[in-house]
């Protein structure tokens, strides 16, 4: 059974920090490149960051870029993102996606979200 298991989200102050978690199993976790979206009341659903099968190749929205990282650990099959010098406009639900990273592989998997709030 594919599960994405999202944690670490909360209330934070402006500029503050939070650290997200996305567990993986039931599919072959370095197949797939793994990314972070989210989504505000009223938006559409955005892409934040993503990260290669290897870890090596990441790429992120101009609004977050020299404040959030991506990373992956490999034997842990779990993806982080590290927000700092938060903002309220990162105030969102944040989700995990995993998708091919090549042809043959299958699936497009998403975990349930995690709700964060940026306000003093």
């Known amino acids: 059974q594919v599960q994405l298991v999202e944690s670490g989200g909360g209330l934070v102050q402006p500029g503050g920090s939070l650290r997200l978690s996305c567990a993986a199993s039931?599919?072959?976790?370095?197949?797939?490149?793994m990314k972070w979206y989210r989504q505000a009341p009223g938006k559409e659903r955005e892409l934040v960051a993503l990260i290669g099968i290897t870890g090596g190749s990441t790429n992120y929205r101009d609004s977050v870029k020299g404040r959030f990282t991506i990373s992956r650990d490999i034997t842990e099959n779990t993806v982080y993102l590290q927000m700092n010098s938060l903002k309220p406009e990162d105030t969102a639900v944040y989700y995990c996606?995993?998708?091919?990273?090549?042809?043959?592989?299958?699936?497009?998997?998403w975990g349930q979200g995690t709700q964060v709030t940026v306000s003093s």
């Open positions: 996606n995993a998708a091919p990273a090549r042809l043959g592989v299958f699936g497009n998997f």
């Open positions: 039931g599919f072959t976790f370095s197949q797939y490149v």
